[in-house]
């Protein structure tokens, strides 16, 4: 089931869940299974910029991702290194020169004291001009992907209590990331994009997450034209959509998908009528809500 | 249904969804409602603190509840005003004398720029030397509440994609709060506790979020001794509930649930042979999760 991967979740990683006991419902003592949750510093050069809450795993995906993602990294930064140093939660990311948004966060600070309220502007600003190609979809392949990555095994599965973000390919995934932080897992695949150079043109993000703002702001940012989701949207999420041309599919279950923005790249080759309903067994129980 | 509450959902509120089209799975159209997603600035005084997405209902109340939930105001602080700016989406909560937060940031920023790492370091001081009160709970109590607001009529039912969290009292549910931000929710029922003096001892949280190390410290910087969810662990949201003596309930669907802390406080009277499964039509679906 993982062949087809680059990167696969590893339920069996001892370090990302831990055994708990407690009682169940009728006062029986039960063993279970629980997500890790440890908070990371996220420095870029000088400048603590965030302490993220993460499972843990791919420290460096992460932080390369986060600030990628926030509009605090650019193209013309030259990364020099990651030091990660697990016994004190700590990762810096270090660039040849000073950043623009270190330069712009100390102006800021002079001024008002704290740059936390600019980020989502600059995550906005990032979006002006921006086209995404057109790259086409086919109904079949997005079904394809739903199967494929429902039942691969994941921390999911195992421990509940964690979201998905999957990297894909025409009907392929890629990379799947977890986290039971909120952006984490896509912030990670942001990484590792970075890090491999990977193109975004030909690529579809699914997530297990909603289609918010924040989340359609990060894909389009990522250059990926195309996000799916099981859940369901808001309605700044939707804007951002259209306004940006990204292909918006949401509340993808079974045979049942919406697609709010970016119709035109989708081919309809699934004829949804011979396509089952989703089997019980392979919903998102609430464990993994949130 | 919502008679007995003191603050129910309002999903027939034309300003918390909008009404958008796009195509099913089968290329057809199809009208959705789905949620709104709002910035709103909050200040302390002069001090911009944060930007959150949230639906955009009581605004006063996420001021205040987040305000006091991060540890930036205490009990101590008199609070003379909080005004409300829709048309800049901003809201400040005035204090009569400056905060101790106030003055730790302008002291935090002159050394280091800015405070963003400091806020969870904040919440986690203010466990020190907590006790919640010895408050029993039924378990009877438990399963009458989860299927009573399962049916109460809300936004997710109408929109989905949104968190709700319940503050309660034995067997009844006094204040129902929805939000698109993550923890916005049990911020407006902290706020709103503020506002009225509301005793937490005898209160119960309910949330359809996941019982996240944030979740479980910001219940018992509340004082509410019981934190109840349909979703999963992490595993630091379990140690954080074993030391302050929280009593910690997750994964309950139907007559199922597991308690992994505090579980002295349980009186079992209600017996789960007798009480059915989950059924499909109440579960809180995929356009929940995240």
Known sequence: MT???????DPENAGLTRAVSGLDQSGRSVDLKVVEERPLTIFLNAR???????????????ALGFLKNQGMLHPEDEITSVEYAPEIDTIVVRTRVETDYEDKLRKKTRTSGCAVGTVFGDMLDGLQGLRLPETPVRTSALYK???EINQTPSLYLAAGAIHGTVLCQADRPLV??????????????????LTEQASPDDKILYT???LTSEMVIKTALMGIPVLASRSGFTAWGVEIAREV???LIGRMRGKRFVCLSGEARLIWDADPGTLPEEATRHRRKGAGDD
Do not use: F, Q
């Not at 062949?3 to 979740?9: E, G, S």
């Not at 603590?48 to 992460?62: C, H, S, W």
């Not at 952006?183 to 990484?191: Q, S």
């Open 3 to 9: 062949a087809r991967y680059l990167i696969a979740p």
């Open 48 to 62: 603590e910029i965030v302490t993220a809450m993460t499972i843990g795993d791919y420290p460096e995906y992460l």
């Open 145 to 147: 992907l739903a199967s």
């Open 176 to 193: 799947y990331m977890e986290d039971v932080g909120r952006h984490n897992a896509v912030d990670k695949i942001a990484g590792w994009m």
């Open 208 to 210: 297990t997450g909603r």
């Open 245 to 247: 041309g990204l292909t």
